[in-house]
């Protein structure tokens, strides 16, 4: 069995100030941990820059029943694509550390709809090998990934008011 999860949520601010949020607040929690980041593609009107993060494993302690899933961290592998002709980007993500016992991948699909953002997000969890063992760890995580989806949307959001406040206490003159 594979769990999937689509996810759709509307951003009033338009795509280029929610790309830079989405890309600083990417690129800073993988410097933060000492991570590579290299630019991959450089084309006319696509641009991908590819990392290497780890995460804290998702995974419930009591369902860590083999020697892969009793790992602290996971590895993922992410790339962010941009397309500046079709005011769009988007996030792939994929496990690096499970590949053997786990399918697990995310698409961030982020497109201009005038001064709106779209964001479409769409996660695969398949823990197939494992049997009984896999499906319990699925139905665990149903209930997770939307608070795990709202909290990013938050995130985004909060990021975002910080910098247009910073920008007004910026753009203040005392005398």
């Not at 999937?4 to 009033?12: D, M, R």
């Not at 009793?70 to 962010?80: D, G, L, R």
Request: include cysteine; glycine fraction near 2%; proline fraction near 2%.
């Amino acid at each position: 069995m594979v769990f999937n999860y689509n996810c759709h949520y509307v951003f009033h601010y338009p795509i280029e100030k929610v790309m830079r949020t989405v890309l600083s607040l990417n690129i800073q929690q993988e410097e933060m941990l000492g991570l590579a980041i290299q630019k991959i593609e450089e084309m006319k009107d696509l641009d991908c820059i590819q990392t290497e993060a780890a995460r804290k494993n998702f995974v419930p302690d009591l369902l860590r029943e083999t020697e892969d899933l009793k790992v602290p961290e996971i590895k993922y592998e992410t790339e962010f694509w941009v397309d500046k002709a079709n005011r769009s980007f988007w996030i792939r993500s994929r496990n690096l550390t499970w590949s053997d016992t786990a399918h697990i991948w995310q698409t961030s699909t982020f497109t201009a709809v005038d001064d709106w953002t779209n964001l479409d997000q769409e996660v695969a969890i398949g823990f197939d090998s494992l049997g009984r063992s896999g499906q319990r760890i699925e139905n665990a995580l149903c209930s997770s990934f939307c608070n795990i989806f709202l909290a990013y949307i938050n995130e985004i959001q909060q990021k975002m008011h910080e910098d247009e406040t910073t920008n007004r206490l910026e753009g203040l003159k005392l005398e």
